[in-house]
T-cell receptor, first 111, second 110 residues
Framework: SQQGEEDPQALSIQEGENATMNCSYKTSINNLQWYRQNSGRGLVHLILIRSNEREKHSGRLRVTLDTSKKSSSLLITASRAADTASYFCATDDTGGFKTIFGAGTRLFVKA | NAGVTQTPKFRVLKTGQSMTLLCAQDMNHEYMYWYRQDPGMGLRLIHYSVGEGTTAKGEVPDGYNVSRLKKQNFLLGLESAAPSQTSVYFC?????????FGPGTRLTVL
């Protein structure tokens, strides 16, 4: 089955710096989503980008999608300690209704 | 709105015992999902439902059963728990693409 794979597995930065996470997937998709998970909590949806879109913004978040390379990136600008969490990319199953999640990137923002 | 709720939050079982996890959503979403999350492995789909009365297998369905008798509820059953089923279980609902997650159930099987 197709799967998003995040890179890096873990990232540690200083508050105020930008954080970039990457996601690669294997097969064609209709859309790609990014979710955040704070420790011990459920996932929270951040942003969805469709296969015919190349870039999308939401507040301090910027997502890009390159369908030719089967990859996406999530940029968090001017990071804050509250951004400390795990970030997951998720791709849909074009043949059905399933969403496949990657293993996630653990982001730690030091105050 | 409560969103997606899960019952119970924590549970400890002995090998061979059975239990049911309850997921409820008040957003009138058609689609509902059960995932398990193990350290370093992200979320793996167990079963899902695209509407009341329907269920389908995900990536890791063995050892689990589900039912969706009412649109707002999605039940996950373990008939004979095994230590390999120790995990955190998340339920999610969706109107189509975006999923809304519950807080999770931490299950330990001894």
């Amino acid at each position: 089955s197709q799967q998003g794979e995040e890179d890096p597995q873990a990232l540690s930065i200083q508050e105020g710096e930008n954080a970039t996470m990457n996601c690669s997937y294997k097969t064609s998709i209709n859309n790609l989503q990014w979710y955040r998970q704070n420790s011990g909590r459920g996932l929270v949806h951040l942003i969805l980008i469709r296969s015919n879109e190349r870039e999308k913004h939401s507040g301090r978040l910027r997502v890009t999608l390159d369908t030719s390379k089967k990859s996406s990136s999530l940029l968090i600008t001017a990071s804050r300690a509250a951004d400390t969490a795990s970030y997951f990319c998720a791709t849909d199953d074009t043949g059905g209704f399933k969403t496949i999640f990657g293993a996630g990137t653990r982001l730690f923002v030091k105050a | 709105n409560a969103g997606v709720t899960q019952t119970p939050k924590f549970r400890v079982l002995k090998t061979g015992q059975s239990m049911t996890l309850l997921c409820a959503q008040d957003m009138n979403h058609e689609y509902m999902y059960w995932y398990r999350q193990d350290p370093g492995m992200g979320l793996r789909l167990i079963h899902y439902s695209v509407g009341e009365g329907t269920t389908a297998k995900g990536e890791v369905p063995d050892g689990y059963n589900v039912s969706r008798l009412k649109k707002q509820n999605f039940l996950l059953g373990l008939e004979s728990a095994a230590p390999s089923q120790t995990s955190v279980y998340f339920c999610a609902s969706s109107p189509r693409d975006t999923q809304y997650f519950g807080p999770g159930t931490r299950l330990t099987v001894l």
